[in-house]
């Protein structure tokens, strides 16, 4: 289910019933030719893959069908192959979700150190003299500070 | 020429194998003899692969069809600077090319460390020798470049037209500087690691080489773009092809390596993470050069199958051995501070930038071999193309940027909520301008709207922290406005070179976001003497001129480009028809301006009608990503170059412990 979501939240699933537009059909299938790039891209000359496919294109969508009724009949024409993406099915679900459950493990992992890291600062914290008010920011008075420091390196 | 070429590469393997033994049991027992022995080897190793190129040149020079790669690779009529260019052209040449450039890197750190971090060098000598005696090994053992045909074929099959384009005579040689020396950083981990000097030093020795490994993997990709967007003609100059992903992967590990590096300098943190993406970076320059050479993934630049890849595939797990086990057994003496006083701290958002970089890296890798993954396990063979790679980094790239605008204004150890609001208060109201701004405009697209949002915040805050250290300068030493922004720089070389990085890297990102929104593209067939009209150009057809060379034949139409009835100028998008081997190829024409490329390509022409069918594209703010790249030099080169301190100290450095100075 969560996979799910995140496929829906980012368009992979494309649960649209709308006719599409030849680009976007285009973009989702890839030139058989040997080029690897999608069929909108492939711009060889009287290619033998990529001008028939547009036309097969032209015509499923002429006939009025969904994204996903275009993209059934040419996985069910060529094979999996075609598709410029991974479905959201089966096995195929893994390549979308593993980015996401590897970012996810990163963040849970950049979170748990940060909060560690805090913890251990925070034991050994010792009781430290208050910083005197002024009216600049505490980053214009590092960017000062640093200022005096390079000035003085400077001058001798 | 092709006997000394031949005896150039089986000496120089000898000498790598005992270059590297002699290093490692010098380095073992202190043996000052065999330290010298290896050293002495390492430049023994450079001049030979030198002379192996050498050779090689020659024999594509003197046109010797007799020799398999200058027969496979040139003809008689390739114009001498891409049959120089053919030296990289092909499989055995690149790697023979790509042995030289590490053995050039690995004179030039025998130079520069001969008198300093002695008890490192034997180990840092051995790692690339090791490595240059493995790429030296596949032309020894099986794939030789100075292999000799049973016969003398009367002509040449001639370089790829593809690869006939003055791109390709700079992109391949700047990637592969950029992936050999990613060895230097490597070869000093290993080192420190071998040894047990964990300290800072191996990382300040190789801060410029991990600076300039990075710059030249930034070149060799964008020089690869430029390549592909000029050569291949579908208007576009990325198409996430697994050759393409396997020189970013190694950028974004670099890239990461950079920014985490600035923590352990600073704070004595992430020393083992370092070390990991030091070892990943390098780990990754062999599996993108094992991607090309194996025939494991089938791509348009690859070079032919050839049985390389286990070769490629057995050194990989080696490195990753050798290095990760050194890494395990060291990790007790690899404790860091680990100390911070916020979250909402530079060092945080150091680790988030990490977290984004090896997050990209991890999605191009796993999108490049889940195609492989699918065929064994289901034994279905499936593609993974550009709409998975830009729905799942679009999001990343994005948080990137934002962090980028962060990262610079955020103090390290803590930021306080007053601080932050201070910073942040331009550019945020950048960004939020910008976004108003672009939907105003008619910046339909979310994506879009958000990514120029967020690059007009990151500039912001750069341009800002330029504007308040210049200030600063002023109000102190009353300095002249350039004169403060200039010794503002020259002081603070890392810090604002990075910066001025940062810049190029957004205006590199707002091409890619412009150029792939709000592309407009158009096919249509238009007759000699009519216009047509695309973005706000008219373009008409005024014919069709015919040249013929020895080697091509060129048909080239006449483009007249308007911009409001005014003639602003003419392109020339040809179709060549390359006569060894007899293929042809697209070479497109583009009016460039710093809004927009208008980008023609010519398809067809039919003479009984004089009608010429043309591809038209419309690709805004491409512009931007090449300018982006200068910048990226500039900034680089602010960052490289050392400080009068510096060069003091490596004046010092040079003088030998004892000799006596005067005064």
New interface residues.
């Given amino acids: 289910m969560l996979l799910t979501s995140i496929a829906g939240v980012f368009g992979i699933a494309p649960a649209r019933a709308e006719v599409p537009t030849q680009n976007e059909v285009e973009t989702a299938l890839t030139c058989q030719c040997g080029c690897g790039l999608t069929v909108h891209s492939c711009n060889h000359v009287n290619c033998g893959s990529g001008i028939p496919l547009k036309r097969e294109i032209g015509e499923q969508i002429g006939e009025g069908r969904s994204l996903p009724e275009i993209l059934s009949h040419f996985e069910n024409k060529y094979g999996e192959i075609i598709l410029s993406a991974p479905t959201t099915r089966g096995f195929n679900l893994i390549a979308w979700a593993m980015p996401f459950v590897v970012l996810a493990i990163g963040g849970l992992t950049v979170g748990v150190v940060l909060w560690r890291w805090r913890g251990a600062t925070d034991a050994d914290k010792s009781p430290v003299a208050p910083v005197p008010p002024t009216s600049a920011s505490p980053a214009e008075n590092e960017l000062r500070e640093r200022m005096e420091r390079e000035l003085r390196e400077r001058d001798t | 020429m092709s006997e000394i070429g031949r005896l150039a590469i089986v000496l120089g393997f000898i000498v790598a194998i005992w270059g590297s033994a002699a290093s490692i049991l010098g380095g073992l027992r202190r043996d000052k003899a065999l330290v010298a022995s290896g050293t002495h080897a390492a430049y023994a190793f450079s001049a030979l692969t030198g002379i192996a190129v050498l050779a090689l040149l020659q024999l594509l020079l003197t046109r010797d069809f007799n020799v398999e790669y200058v027969a496979s690779y040139s003809s008689s009529t390739l114009p001498l600077w891409y049959t120089i260019a053919a030296l990289w052209g092909g499989m055995k040449g690149s790697l023979l090319w790509w042995t030289f450039i590490l053995a050039v890197c690995n004179a030039v750190v025998q130079v520069q460390n001969r008198h300093k971090n002695r008890d490192q060098m034997p180990y840092v000598t051995a790692t690339m020798l090791i490595t240059g005696g493995f790429f030296l090994s596949l032309l020894v053992f099986v794939t030789d470049p100075f292999e000799r045909l049973p016969f003398t074929p009367s002509e040449g099959s001639d370089l790829n037209p593809l690869l006939q384009n003055y791109w390709m005579t700079i992109h391949p040689p700047s990637l592969y500087i950029g992936f050999v020396s990613t060895t230097v950083p490597f070869a000093f981990a290993l080192a420190a690691l071998a040894t047990g000097k964990l300290s800072d030093a191996w990382i300040r020795t190789t801060r410029r080489w991990a600076l300039f490994s990075w710059f030249f993997l930034s070149l060799g990709n964008l020089f690869g773009a430029a390549w592909a967007y000029v050569v291949l003609?579908?208007?576009?100059y990325w198409?996430w092809?697994p050759v393409e992903n396997a020189a970013f992967m190694p950028w974004l590990t670099s890239s990461a390596y950079l920014h985490s590096v600035m923590i352990q300098e600073k704070k004595d943190?992430l020393k083992v993470w370092n070390m990991v993406l030091v070892i990943l970076t390098f780990a990754l320059t062999i599996f993108g050069t094992f991607l090309t050479r194996s025939g494991v993934i089938?791509?348009?630049h690859s070079f032919t199958q050839s049985g390389l890849g286990p070769f490629f595939l057995i050194f990989l797990g080696i490195i990753l051995a050798v290095s990760l086990g050194l890494l395990v057994w060291r990790l007790p003496m690899l404790k860091s501070k680990?100390?911070?006083?916020?979250?909402f701290s530079r060092e945080?958002t150091f680790?988030?930038n990490n977290?984004m970089f090896?997050?990209i890296a991890?999605?191009v890798f796993?999108?490049t071999v889940?195609p492989v993954l699918?065929e064994w396990?289901?034994g279905?063979?499936?593609?993974?193309?550009?709409?998975?790679f830009n729905?799942?980094n679009a999001?990343?790239g994005l948080a990137l940027i934002f962090l980028m605008g962060v990262g610079p204004?955020?103090?390290?150890r803590?930021?306080?909520w007053?601080?932050l609001k201070?910073?942040f208060a331009i550019p945020v109201f950048a960004g939020v301008a910008t976004g108003v701004i672009a939907l105003v405009m008619g910046a339909g697209n979310f994506y879009a709207i958000v990514a120029f949002s967020i690059s007009s915040f990151a500039l912001a805050t750069m341009f800002t922290e330029f504007w308040?250290?210049m200030r600063?300068?002023q109000a102190?030493?009353g300095e002249a406005p350039w004169t403060a922004l200039s010794r503002l720089i020259g002081?603070?070389r890392r810090r604002y070179g990075g910066y001025i990085v940062h810049v190029a890297m957004v205006m590199v990102f707002v091409g890619i976001v412009a150029s792939s929104v709000f592309k407009i593209e158009k096919q249509t067939g238009i007759e000699i003497g009519q216009s047509v009209e695309i973005g706000g150009y008219d373009v008409r057809f005024d014919g069709i001129e015919d040249e013929s060379t020895e080697h091509v034949e060129i048909r080239k139409a006449k483009l007249a480009v308007f911009d409001d009835g005014e003639l602003l100028g003419f392109v020339y998008p040809e179709?060549r028809f390359y006569k060894k081997p007899e293929q042809?190829t697209?070479e497109v024409a583009i009016w460039s301006t710093i809004g927009s490329d208008l980008y023609t390509?010519l398809?067809?022409y039919d003479e009984a009608s004089k009608i010429g069918v043309f591809?038209l594209f419309l690709n805004p703010m491409i512009s931007w990503m090449w300018i982006g790249g200068f910048v990226l030099f500039l900034g680089t080169v602010v960052c490289m170059w050392p400080t009068y301190?510096e060069r003091t100290a490596e004046a010092t450095s040079r003088i030998p412990a004892g000799s006596k100075t005067t005064s």
């Fill in positions: 003609g579908w208007g576009g198409a092809d943190m089938s791509s348009v680990n100390e911070l006083e916020s979250v945080a680790l988030l977290l090896v997050g991890f999605t796993w999108g889940f699918s396990v289901r279905v063979k499936i593609t993974v193309g550009p709409p998975f729905q799942v999001p990343l204004v955020i103090a390290w803590r930021a306080s007053s601080s201070r910073a308040k250290g600063v300068r102190m030493m002081k603070n179709k042809p697209t390509v398809g067809t591809q301190a």
